[in-house]
């Protein structure tokens, strides 16, 4: 009897061992696509499929095949699909929980590819996008404001000067008709010509001696009535002088007027200037913010948090024997990515989410020398995280030689625009520092053609550019990207803008032209009837001047001495 328990017993724990390991390997791997799944769609905010996961222990290793990635902002397309993904582990470290290898092989990289079904998954999104914040191209209108409505709705600067000069001759006139008031009048100036006719009158020796007393007061007192009058005269020829100067400076106000609104209304090229940035600023724009979300998206794949970081770097210290290893490393990724236009193949070094542990940084270097319509491309970089207070990326691109066809530039109603075709170079540099955002891009096109909707009718303004750009087989362009992550602005510069500028100029010329000439002879028929009217307005003070004269001339007649009393 005891023998044959024993014998179940054997049996019994037999099945636990034997039984129990095969259940985990059949069931492994189910439990790894889950859980890279779940992972994988909490971090991007739509869902992550894999249609197969394979976990070996001997020798350790995962392969995945077909990974899914979809786009959250465009649930029926992947962001990344991805053929195949394989890679060695280190067994005791995986006992360890920590995945570490040495080889990574991800094979078939392709972007934007097709989905069967939605990738959305309800109540998870992805990080909201911001649009790129740039104007929409819209080609100025031929049509000019009316010169009459203009004129209603402008107040003019030569109008607002002339009342304030017509107000300041009003008060000029006003004071000194006061104080013409309050200087002696022909009148009192006649009755000293009496006076004097009196004292000539005397005879007697006495009687002349007396006199000549009365004549030293009234000679006092023409002389001081003389020079009241003699500087009242010259106040009012000062003021004549300089309102008139203020006059002539008021009758070239309309010029200036005619300027200031010839420059608001005219549709002159100078007030069109930086439309490459309008043109190409909308679609560069949106690449810049698809990689910045793609970028905030999986920021959390290389960055552990501060605690763990601060647990890393205890156990660091507390086995300083062993060789400190992060919970996940791989420590070469073999990357091939399919485009349309050919391979491009490399390696990512050193991908972790905890460099501080590891001491270096991660990088990539990927090109192709071998694609379609591309003499090369390459592209290079480095995430340092090390120090997560300050970490830094940066990443390089450039090509050459890459043959464009049929690029769409702006998708505005107003101007469709597509690059037809071309030859471009171009290299795209960008660092970021902790928040900190600065990139430059610069491409040099050759053999460019521009092509717009046969379907759209154009403006005068529309056809003349499309031919002009036509016309123009190479052009540069430089896009500078400065800011913050979450707020940067863009600068674009480009020789196209002269070809726009060259090409508004010939077209608008002739129309500007002739709503100058209207606008002109409007502002000066406004403003000659008040500008001419401020002659006639200080030519009133001239009877003041001449009244001054008068007494003067009267004043200066009653000149005598006692001498001619003898």
Request: charged letters at 25%; glycine letters at 6%; a neutral charge.
């Amino acid at each position: 009897m005891k023998n044959i328990l024993h014998s179940k017993w054997l049996i019994g724990i037999m099945v636990v061992v034997v039984g129990l390991p095969v259940f985990f390997i059949l069931i492994a791997d189910s439990l790894v696509k889950k859980g890279i799944e779940t992972a994988g769609t909490r971090v991007i905010g739509a869902r992550v499929e894999l249609d197969k996961a394979d976990l070996s222990f001997f020798p350790a290793g995962l392969e995945i095949t077909r990974m899914q990635v979809t786009n959250p902002d465009a649930p029926m397309k992947n962001a990344v699909d991805i053929s195949r993904i394989a890679f060695d582990m280190h067994l005791v470290p995986l006992l360890q929980k920590k995945i570490i290898s040495d080889e990574m092989a991800v094979e078939g990289v392709r972007f934007d590819t097709d989905r069967k079904t939605s990738g959305a998954v309800p109540g998870l999104a992805g990080k909201a996008k911001k649009d790129a914040e740039m104007s929409v191209f819209k080609l100025p209108s031929l049509d000019i404001a009316d010169v009459k409505t203009i004129l209603e709705k402008e107040p003019l600067q030569t109008i607002e000067e002339t009342e304030r000069l017509k107000q300041q001759i009003a008060e000029e006139r006003s004071r000194f008709e006061k104080q013409l008031k309050e200087l002696p009048d022909k009148e009192k100036l006649r009755q000293y010509e009496d006076r004097i006719e009196a004292l000539k009158g005397k005879r007697g020796i006495e009687e002349i001696l007396g006199a000549a007393g009365q004549v030293n007061s009234i000679q006092k007192d023409i002389r001081d009535d003389l020079a009241r009058i003699h500087q009242a005269r010259d106040d009012v020829r000062n003021s004549i002088a300089r309102l008139r100067e203020q006059a002539e400076k008021v009758a070239r106000s309309p010029y200036k007027d005619f300027q200031r609104l010839k420059e608001k209304y005219s549709l002159t090229p100078e007030g069109m200037g930086h439309m490459a940035a309008l043109l190409f600023g909308p679609e560069y724009g949106q690449w810049v913010e698809t990689g910045l979300a793609w970028y905030q998206r999986l920021g959390p794949l290389l960055d552990s948090g501060e605690s763990e970081q601060k647990e890393a770097e205890t156990s660091t210290v507390q086995d300083r024997k062993a060789e400190p290893l992060p919970y996940f490393l791989v420590r070469r990724a073999a990357v091939s990515v399919v485009t349309p236009a050919g391979e491009i193949s490399g390696a990512i070094n050193n991908m972790t989410n905890r460099q501080h542990i590891l001491g270096r940084p991660m990088t990539f270097v990927l090109s192709s020398k071998q694609m379609k319509n591309i003499e090369a491309i390459n592209i290079n970089g480095e995430l340092d995280h090390i120090n997560a207070q300050s970490p830094k990326d940066e990443m390089t691109v450039s090509a050459r030689g890459m043959a464009i066809r049929d690029f769409k530039i702006s998708s505005s109603n107003d101007f469709p625009l597509a690059l037809t075709s071309a030859t471009a170079d171009w290299d795209i540099s960008t660092v970021i520092e902790s928040v900190n955002l600065k990139s430059k891009a610069n491409f040099d096109l050759s053999k460019a053609q521009f092509s717009s909707n046969p379907e759209k009718e154009l403006n005068k303004i529309g056809q003349a550019l499309i031919d002009k750009l036509s016309g123009t087989s190479r052009f540069n362009l430089t896009a500078v990207t400065e800011g913050t992550i979450g707020n940067f602005s863009m600068n674009i510069d480009s020789n196209i803008d002269n070809v726009i500028k060259d090409t508004l100029t010939a077209v608008v010329g002739k129309t500007t032209a002739q709503f100058e000439a209207r606008l002109k002879s409007a502002v000066l028929e406004k403003t000659n009837g008040p500008v001419g009217a401020l002659g006639d307005n200080i030519a009133g003070l001239n009877p003041i001047e001449q009244e001054l004269n008068e007494r003067l001339r009267i004043g200066q007649a009653l000149g005598f001495t006692p001498q001619s009393l003898l």
